[in-house]
């Protein structure tokens, strides 16, 4: 059975602030995905990485950064907090073949004051 | 660039009902297209892919690439089927996913 755990369910930063989210997946999946979730708007990439040290830009990059030093573990950073990152991030982990489903993890409600 | 549009936010339907959800698509080529589904509470799950051609929880759902669409449908609607639904599809081998904006589905009694 597939795990992807987030290290915090919640989480209130301080604009300016730079914000460390961890994913974490048990199942040694080759590909991890960071999405933020909005209402009316979904879900939407904003890095992915398909091994360790690579990443790729997804769709909504700016303000964002990544990390995957270990196969495991795939870090979400926000360089300096604002107001307008204030959404629930969701990572997800895939194995690299045709046709797999994502799996997600719970995700984070990050509030940035 | 590819698009998945769900033009209905909330689908407010009465339990026994049918249900469907609609989905449309934008992409030249054929992708591969998916429902998730949310529940209170619980972590965004795959419901079902178009390439399994599979009924998951009575629910279905049907690639017409005609019109470019993929709605999901079940006859009878439950009440533990409120939750939230998201069409996603997929074009590259890396597997990203782009999903819409989602539609909320209330089954009541």
């Known amino acids: 059975d597939v795990k992807v755990t987030q290290s915090s369910r919640y989480l209130v930063k301080r604009t300016g602030e730079k914000v460390f989210l961890e994913c974490v997946q048990d199942?040694?999946?080759?590909?991890m995905f960071w999405y933020r979730q909005d209402p009316g708007l979904g879900l939407r990439l904003i890095y992915f990485?398909?091994?360790?040290?690579?990443?790729e830009k997804g769709d909504i990059p700016e303000g964002y950064s990544v990390s995957r030093e270990k196969k495991e573990r795939f870090s979400l950073i926000l360089e300096s907090a604002s107001t307008n990152q204030t959404s629930m991030y969701l990572c997800?982990?895939?194995?690299?073949?045709?046709?797999?489903?994502?799996?997600f993890g719970p995700g984070t409600r990050l509030t940035v004051l | 660039a590819q698009r998945v549009t769900q033009p209905e936010k909330l689908l407010s339907v009465f339990k026994g009902a049918p249900v469907e959800l609609k989905c449309n698509y934008s992409?030249?080529?054929?992708?591969?297209l998916f429902w998730y589904v949310q529940y209170s509470r619980q972590r965004l799950q795959l419901l079902l892919r178009?390439?399994s051609r599979e009924s998951i929880k009575g629910f279905t759902a049907d690639l017409n690439k005609g019109e470019t669409s993929f709605h999901l449908k079940k006859p009878f609607a439950q009440e533990e089927d409120s939750a939230m639904y998201y069409c996603?599809?997929?074009?590259?081998?890396?597997?990203?996913?782009?999903f819409g904006a989602g539609t909320q589905v209330v089954v009541t009694p």
């Open positions: 997800a982990s895939l194995l690299a073949r045709a046709h797999n489903e994502q799996f």
């Open positions: 199942m040694d999946h080759e590909n």
């Open positions: 990485s398909y091994d360790v040290k690579m990443k």
């Open positions: 992409y030249s080529g054929s992708p591969e």
């Open positions: 178009h390439i």
């Open positions: 996603a599809l997929t074009t590259d081998s890396w597997g990203k996913l782009q």
